[in-house]
């Protein structure tokens, strides 16, 4: 059974730069699309990045918020995706969870959370942007 463990986060103050990772462990991951959502106190689970991959071609996408500033990728293996994240602002501040869609399909990548509910998540990670 695949598991999704993250490792990364913490304080930094707004302008800082931090770092997510999600390895996929405990079995083979064989799906195509891997992502990043957030969720802030009192506020519902937002998209952050998502990346999809075919053969030796990767997408990437990101919520308007964040682009320019996060860049997710993934490593050779396909197994664990990254979050980059610089010129962290305040509102940055919530709980990180990646996400791994079971299908190998990567035309099955979405920006809504809800799509994701039979697929694999993360524990989640806290980054804090504060002074």
């Known amino acids: 059974q695949v598991q999704l463990v993250q490792s990364g986060g913490g304080l930094v103050q707004p302008g800082g730069s931090l770092r997510l990772s999600c390895a996929a462990s405990?079995?083979?991951?064989?799906?195509?699309?891997m992502a990043w959502f957030r969720q802030a106190p009192e506020k519902e689970r937002e998209f952050v990045a998502v990346i999809t991959w075919s053969g030796g071609s990767t997408s990437t996408w990101y919520s308007e918020s964040v682009r320019g500033r996060f860049t997710i990728s993934t490593d050779n293996a396909k197994n664990t995706v990254m979050l980059q994240m610089k010129t962290l602002k305040h509102e940055d501040t919530a709980f990180y969870y990646c996400?791994?869609?079971?299908?190998?399909?990567?035309?099955?990548?979405?920006?809504?959370?809800?799509?994701?509910?039979?697929?694999?998540w993360g524990e989640g990670a806290q980054v804090n942007a504060s002074s």
């Open positions: 996400a791994a869609r079971r299908s190998p399909n990567r035309s099955s990548w979405s920006m809504a959370s809800q799509e994701y509910e039979n697929d694999y």
């Open positions: 405990g079995g083979t991951y064989s799906g195509a699309t």
